[in-house]
């Protein structure tokens, strides 16, 4: 089976909507190690203390991430990428302030990557008059109309909650197929921007009894406005059990993920020891209204001891066991 393809995220929006302080944001966040693809470095300021080194196509920063320019192109910059060194875990693009989002998101589709989600910025306070003006207005809505995730910033300076609200609901009719969170200074947290953390990871978290066969659900706060639900498993998911939750996804999840195994069994209960021989490993995904199922590599010789499904909603949208419960529907 060939290695797991890179994700790639796009950074989209209008001139000053934030896309910076974002990318500075996720930089500063993130675990994983970045590669970070800009236009032109004139054109996105990295926060000077993360810069360790740099040329005129290439920054290498202090927390294993690289940025590099499209001076000469996508493939150049991913060959400075590759020949950097440590290879990273995240693509993460920033598009100009009137490029399309969508267009850039298509090199998510190149080979050797993998398209994770658009993350379009939009100015709170100016989104509304943008996209009814008479020069912007195509390129905003082209843009806003591209994300998963829409991260509607500087929500701050409107002047009341019902304000927030109006302009909240305004934008999701614009953005049918995004997620629509809120931030202040592009602080949205780290697992809603690039999804949870590893299974593995999300399985060890918390340590906690299950039966065998069974899934234990996990519930902790990610911030005020998100809560986050995991469900460790420890047998095969039959695949429509599968596609039915990703089917059910409402637009309270902001981000879902998970390493799974697909049984070809009708129901958990009856899985069998030749079942789960036969059961095959996928990364599951989901942002906005973008769903993914990908056969994910493992060692047959050392298979993975846990394997877990992650999402972040809403806070207070779902019930704390709605994940548990369409895992295991016969339940």
């Given amino acids: 089976m060939s290695p797991p393809r890179l994700p790639v995220t796009v950074v989209g929006g209008y001139l000053g909507a934030g896309k910076t302080t974002l990318v500075n944001h996720v930089l500063r966040s993130s675990e994983e190690r970045i590669a970070v693809i800009v236009n032109d470095f004139g054109e996105i300021s990295i926060d000077e203390d993360l810069i360790v080194a740099a ?3 290439k920054l290498t920063l202090a927390n294993g991430c690289i940025c590099c320019t499209l001076a000469d192109g996508f493939a150049a910059a991913l060959m400075q990428i590759r020949s950097a060194g440590t290879l ?29 989600a658009v993350v379009v910025m939009a100015d709170a306070e100016q989104v509304r008059r943008q996209a009814n003006d008479r020069w912007v207005a195509d390129t905003v809505r082209m843009q806003l109309a591209a994300a998963d995730l829409l991260v509607v910033n500087k929500i701050d300076l409107l002047e009341d909650a019902d304000k927030a609200d109006e302009l909240c609901d305004w934008l999701a009719g614009l953005a049918a197929d995004a997620t629509v969170v809120r931030a202040s200074r592009a602080a949205v947290p780290i697992d809603v921007l690039l999804g949870p953390r590893s299974a593995s990871d999300a399985a060890n978290a918390r340590e906690r009894p299950a039966r065998e066969g069974a899934a234990a659900p996990g519930w902790h706060a990610v911030e005020d406005l998100f809560e986050s639900q995991t469900v460790v498993l420890d047998a095969p998911v039959p695949m429509p059990v599968i596609e039915a939750l990703l089917a059910s996804l409402s637009d309270a999840v902001a981000r879902l993920k998970g390493l799974v195994q697909a049984a070809p069994a009708a129901g958990a209960s009856d899985t069998t020891a030749r079942e789960a021989a036969d059961a095959t490993a996928y990364l599951i995904e989901a942002v906005g209204k973008r769903t993914s199922m990908t056969p994910h590599a493992t060692d047959p010789t050392q298979p993975p001891s846990r394997w877990a499904i992650s999402l972040i909603a809403r806070k207070g949208a779902l019930p704390p066991d709605w994940l548990a419960a369409r895992l295991h529907p016969d339940c």
């Fill in 55 to 57: 040329d005129s196509d």
């Fill in 88 to 116: 990273p875990q995240r693509l993460l693009i920033e598009a100009s302030g009137v490029a399309d989002p969508a267009q850039i998101a298509a090199y998510g589709h190149t080979p050797g990557l993998r398209l994770d």
